[in-house]
């Protein structure tokens, strides 16, 4: 037996290069996975269950609030104590979480356990890519990159297939139950196949920002249980002390964050004009995909009268549409800049939203659902490639991850905002879901507020992203034209959230390893 490579000289082809890059597909994909397969499940969660829409709110919330809070600190735990470590202990987390979402006898212990399951996700969701990045010889990095998105990308697309299968099938349970065995496969090879690495400095650096971590988990926690529970409770005492809690550990958060040495969120990056302008077209786009892949799928089951797997196949052609066409997007944008994409993406995206409106009882696919669909799919098609080269080439090329990481968090924050939002607004009762024509009404009323969102983002897309920011990354404060920073991951086909990608630099050198 060949002794396995040691880190940054696996190549692709060999069998450890293989085994390396499955290894980091399933970590991933459980993770995707989940992401999409979950609201398949929501109506027979909520039935099974006998849960209210809150209960089904906090199912999606939960794992998105922990998840967004932690992911930063999750990929700075993988530099400093080993990527391969933290990430296998982040897939045993979630699977064990995953076995107590299906074990869950009701809801507070679900609701829990996807909290759980969020935490775990946080660890191994920035470890999959770094392992790539740490182990896989400079010559082969990006093509292995590129299958890893890619079949990442496929996995995004069975989702909602596979998660409506096993809910009319065996049972929702199994959509948790799923990631153990997959787990199963996972740590062993992981174990057996990748080399340990982390940063070379990591015992030179600070503490970790633990304190700007737990702030804005609660922060996030305090408006989100405010959003979910008004609807029920009104403006009650138990609903204004979150809200309030909320906001003030929010600033809070701020605070800590521009008074330590070394923050998770550094205040600083935020000054740089273009990465804030894209992260504020980033929270209006995925705010309105989040409420609307929270709200359709209760939509074409709970109204239209579609199974669990009609549900989820029915969606499929957004993510097919990203998963065929995101790379020429990226092409595209690369060659007439990203304003222009940025703009029309979303009005697209809005478009498809409101075309779902004519979907009710008795709708027809082809008719009602499918071109609302494609719409919207050539919408996230045409935005999200070139909003991820966006974000790297708006920064140096050292602080890419970063601004990639941040990036993908205030996607998930805004998500988890809007899922906890948007029911309050259009005024959907705890069990407005119950009925076909109370929640078609909401439904209805519901959708254009996303497109509106969707069109607020385009603006801000038109009037401050520049059309000539990925002609060059910065470097030293200069647009340097022989060093760029360009996404390594092709592919998109995440629907909550844009890919982690801590870019390629062109024309360059690469950015400094990180094995030891």
């Known amino acids: ?108 212990v679900l609701i829990a356990a996807r909290a759980l399951q969020g935490v775990g996700g946080a660890l191994l969701t920035p470890g999959s890519l770094a392992l790539i990045q740490a182990v896989f010889h400079p010559d082969d990095r990006a093509r292995a990159v590129g299958a890893w998105s890619g079949l990442g990308g496929v996995a995004a697309a069975v989702g909602p297939f596979v998660g409506g299968w096993l809910v009319d099938g065996p049972g929702w349970r199994w959509v948790f139950f799923l990631n153990v065995p997959l787990a199963a496969v996972c740590v062993p090879v992981a174990l057996r196949f990748v080399p340990e690495t982390r940063e070379r400095d ?84 995925y705010a309105a995909f989040s409420g609307f892949f929270f709200l359709s799928v209760l939509q074409l089951q709970v109204v239209a009268g579609y199974s669990a797997l009609e549900a989820g196949t029915a969606l499929l052609p957004t993510t097919v549409l990203m998963l065929l066409l995101s790379a020429r997007a990226g092409e ?49 098609v045409t935005l999200v490639a070139p909003l991820t080269s966006t974000v790297l080439a708006s920064v140096d090329v050292d602080r890419a991850g970063l601004a990639s990481g941040i990036n993908n968090a205030a996607a998930r924050a805004a998500g988890l905002v809007a899922v906890a939002a948007l029911p309050l607004l259009v005024g959907m009762g705890p069990d407005t879901y119950r009925s076909a024509d109370e929640f078609a009404a909401a439904f209805r009323r519901a959708m254009p507020l996303c497109a509106a969102v969707l069109v607020v983002g385009a603006v801000i897309a038109w009037l401050t992203v520049r059309t000539d920011v990925l002609r060059g990354a910065k470097v030293g404060g200069e647009v340097g034209v022989e060093e760029r920073c360009r996404p390594e991951c092709a592919y998109h086909c995440g629907v909550s959230a844009p890919p982690l990608d801590p870019g390629e630099v062109r024309g360059g050198n690469k950015r400094r390893g990180a094995e030891t």
């Not at 071109?371 to 919207?376: I, Q, R, T």
């Open 1 to 108: 037996m060949t002794e396995p490579s040691p880190p940054g000289g696996v190549r692709l082809a060999s069998r450890q290069g293989r085994w390396v890059l499955v290894t980091a597909v399933l970590g991933s994909g459980m993770a995707m996975l989940d992401g999409t397969v979950v609201n398949v499940a929501l109506p027979r969660i909520g039935a099974d269950l006998d849960a209210d829409l809150q209960v089904l709110q906090w199912t999606v919330t939960a794992y998105m609030l922990t998840l967004a809070s932690l992911i930063l600190l999750g990929g700075a735990l993988g530099d400093r104590y080993g990527r391969r470590r933290v990430f296998v202990i982040g897939v045993v987390w979630f699977a064990a979480a995953s076995l107590l979402c299906g074990l869950a006898p009701d809801a507070g």
């Open 202 to 285: 990591a015992g030179e650096r600070r503490g970790f920002d633990v304190p700007g971590a737990v702030l804005g988990a609660l922060a996030l926690a305090g408006v989100t249980y405010a959003l979910i529970a008004a609807p029920e409770r009104g403006a009650a005492p138990g609903v204004i002390a979150p809200a309030v809690a909320g906001l003030l550990l929010g600033v809070a958060f701020v605070h800590v964050e521009r008074r330590r040495a070394d923050p998770m969120l550094p205040p600083a990056i935020f000054a740089i004009r273009q990465f804030t302008a894209v992260n504020a077209v980033t929270v209006c786009v």
């Open 332 to 380: 595209l944008g690369q060659r007439i800049g990203p304003r222009i994409p940025l703009t029309v993406g979303p009005v697209l995206c809005a478009a498809g939203m409101l075309l779902m409106m004519r979907v009710g009882v008795g709708a027809s696919y082809t008719a009602d659902v499918l071109p609302a669909l494609v719409v919207l799919g050539a919408g996230m």
